[in-house]
T-cell receptor, first 117, second 114 residues
Framework: DGGITQSPKYLFRKEGQNVTLSCEQN?????MYWYRQDPGQGLRLIYY???????QKGDIAEGYSVSREKKESFPLTVTSAQKNPTAFYLC????????????????FGPGTRLTVT | QQQVKQSPQSLIVQKGGISIINCAYE??????FPWYQQFPGKGPALLIA?????SEKKEGRFTISFNKSAKQFSLHIMDSQPGDSATYFC?????????????FGQGTELSVKP
């Protein structure tokens, strides 16, 4: 069964602690993305990676960090510098990043709901 | 200029009715407009997409209408069913630009009453 796995589904942390959200895909996709979903704000891009060992900041990267050491894995760390970390986090992947000729469909994982108190 | 504005925020429709969700954009360079459907506790999934060379695209009960001059596009769900109850997101991107990213609307929570 091909797909994207995010774990855990629910995560609770104390303020001031860093936390890492897992994202694994077995779709053999080159591109991977992290989005944050807040009520009434849609999905906002945090980071994206076009290929292994490469990643770029999205629109709201402050307070977050990522790594892409393996094609199938793209973990997101929410650091203590993120002022409002409580949110629903979605990981996605696509065959490749936008080429300038075609937009590949993004496939989303089931998400991780992070609560920081 | 990068925003996509979606309305309404929530929508209640009777079974068998038509659900209509609207999106507006400012950036005339956008040339790819997908709609994503998200069920509770799940990630979004691509539902249907349109490019500006056509004014309408239909897939089953789902239709996108596109008005280039008004910079608006909308999703119509005909014969709405309780199973259509979900959150719907419109999005836009500059497909002609390498690395064009999806810009999502705010989302519409649709509830179809039996």
């Amino acid at each position: 069964d091909g797909g994207i796995t995010q774990s855990p589904k629910y995560l609770f942390r104390k303020e001031g602690q860093n936390v890492t959200l897992s994202c694994e895909q077995n779709l053999n996709h080159d591109a991977m993305y992290w989005y944050r979903q807040d009520p009434g704000q849609g999905l906002r891009l945090i980071y994206y990676s076009q290929i292994v060992n490469d990643f770029q900041k999205g629109d709201i990267a402050e307070g977050y960090s990522v790594s892409r050491e393996k094609k199938e894995s793209f973990p997101l760390t929410v650091t203590s510098a993120q002022k409002n970390p409580t949110a629903f986090y979605l990981c996605a992947s696509s065959i490749a990043f936008s080429t300038g000729f075609f937009t590949y469909e993004q496939y989303f994982g089931p998400g991780t709901r992070l609560t920081v108190t | 200029q990068q925003q996509v504005k979606q309305s309404p925020q929530s929508l209640i429709v009777q079974k068998g009715g038509i659900s209509i969700i609207n999106c507006a954009y400012e950036n005339t360079a956008f040339d790819y407009f997908p709609w994503y459907q998200q069920f509770p506790g799940k990630g979004p999934a691509l539902l249907i997409a349109i490019r500006p060379d056509v004014s309408e695209k239909k897939e089953g009960r789902f239709t996108i209408s596109f008005n280039k001059s008004a910079k608006q596009f909308s999703l119509h769900i005909m014969d709405s069913q309780p199973g259509d109850s979900a959150t719907y997101f419109c999005a836009a991107s500059r497909e002609a630009v390498k690395g064009g990213k999806l810009i999502f609307g705010q989302g519409t929570e649709l509830s179809v009453k039996p």
